[in-house]
């Protein structure tokens, strides 16, 4: 789908690996639900499962925050809000959306 795709790539553009986390060789995966309202701004925003280590989990927090607005829930869609359980992962090789 390519509004999730645009989605994905916009919130990878701008989150940052905390340096500190990088450098001691930290690393995790967390999820986090949230909510995106019709007219593209977040809603809801749910920290569901953390990676353990509270830098990883704000700095994807603060990366998801960082990226609003979005785009506008597509008409034909039918919804009001868009509701999506992203796992954000960070690994020794760098970070991702899954």
């Not at 001691?24 to 019709?38: A, E, N, P, S």
């Amino acid at each position: 789908m390519l509004y999730n795709k645009r989605l994905k790539e916009k919130i990878e553009s701008i989150w940052v690996y905390p340096p500190d986390a990088a450098a001691q060789g930290i690393y995790g995966d967390l999820v986090i639900r949230f909510t995106i309202k019709k007219n593209g701004r977040l809603g809801a925003v749910e920290l569901v499962r953390t990676s353990g280590h509270k830098s990883l989990d704000d700095a994807a927090m603060k990366a998801l925050k960082g990226g609003e607005p979005y785009w506008p829930i597509p008409d034909n869609w039918g919804m009001e809000a868009y509701t999506i359980q992203g796992h954000f992962v960070y690994t020794l090789y760098g970070f991702y959306v899954r």
